[in-house]
C-alpha cells in the first residue's frame, strides 16, 4: 500500500502507511507503529487538542472513520 497522505482537521500533514504487517503512522515528525491504523494515527498525532470548534468533528472520530477506510482498503487490496 502507497503511503495515504492528509491533513489533521487542525491542518497538520498526516501520512499513513500499511508494511509488512503494521500500520505507521507519522505527523508533524512524530512516527507511530501499530497493529491498527487508528492506533498508529492516534499515537502519531498525539492527544486532541481542548478547543476544536462546535461545527468541527471530534478529532477521535474524525482518526476512526479514516482508519476505518484505510483498513478497508488495505484489506481489499
Known sequence: MEAWKTYTPDGRM??????NGDWVAVCEGER????????????????EPTAFGT????????????????EAEAEAG
Open 55 to 70: 461545527s468541527e468533528p471530534s478529532l477521535a472520530a474524525w482518526v476512526a472513520e479514516h482508519a476505518a477506510q484505510l
Open 32 to 47: 507511530a507503529v501499530g497493529a491498527s491504523a487508528r492506533a498508529a494515527i492516534m499515537a502519531a498525532i498525539g492527544p
Open 14 to 19: 498526516l501520512e499513513v502507511e500499511y508494511a
